[in-house]
């Protein structure tokens, strides 16, 4: 069974994804997005870019944490991680959205 992603809207009629890994645990989130449409396209990003290496960036938020963001080929940032406790936390969550990342399983939350 492999990864998943599910699209949801606010009270304000934007949208966003997050990427779920097999198990249910949420491996990236996205930003918002003023249509489902648009959403979409930043999925269609993430299918395309997530097994490359060069498209993720390695960041430390201001209490240590290790994080990453996933770019498109234009530098925009598609996809951000959760906070993890160490480096190798981030390597295997890197791992894992290399592996999810191009499924073609688009759902509804």
Same mark, same amino acid.
């Given at each position: 069974?492999?990864?998943?992603?599910?699209?949801?809207?606010?009270?304000?009629?934007?949208?966003?994804?997050?990427?779920?890994?097999?198990?249910? !645990? =949420?491996?990236?989130? #996205? +930003?918002? /997005?003023?249509?489902?449409? @648009?959403?979409? &396209? *930043? %999925?269609?990003? $993430?299918?395309?870019?997530?097994?490359?290496?060069?498209?993720?960036?390695?960041?430390?938020?201001?209490?240590?944490?290790?994080?990453?963001?996933?770019?498109?080929?234009?530098? !925009? =940032?598609?996809?951000? #991680? +959760?906070? /993890?406790?160490?480096?190798? @936390?981030?390597? &295997? *969550? %890197?791992?894992? $959205?290399?592996?999810?990342?191009?499924?073609?399983?688009?759902?509804?939350?």
């Amino acid at each position: 069974m492999s990864g998943h992603y599910e699209i949801s809207s606010n009270d304000k009629g934007q949208f966003s994804f997050v990427l779920k890994a097999s198990n249910g !645990q =949420v491996i990236l989130r #996205s +930003q918002m /997005y003023e249509s489902k449409g @648009a959403a979409q &396209t *930043g %999925i269609a990003s $993430v299918q395309t870019n997530s097994p490359l290496d060069e498209r993720y960036e390695l960041s430390v938020a201001s209490d240590g944490r290790p994080y990453f963001n996933l770019h498109a080929g234009n530098r !925009q =940032v598609v996809g951000t #991680s +959760q906070m /993890y406790s160490s480096d190798d @936390a981030r390597a &295997t *969550g %890197i791992a894992s $959205v290399k592996t999810n990342g191009p499924s073609t399983d688009v759902r509804d939350a």
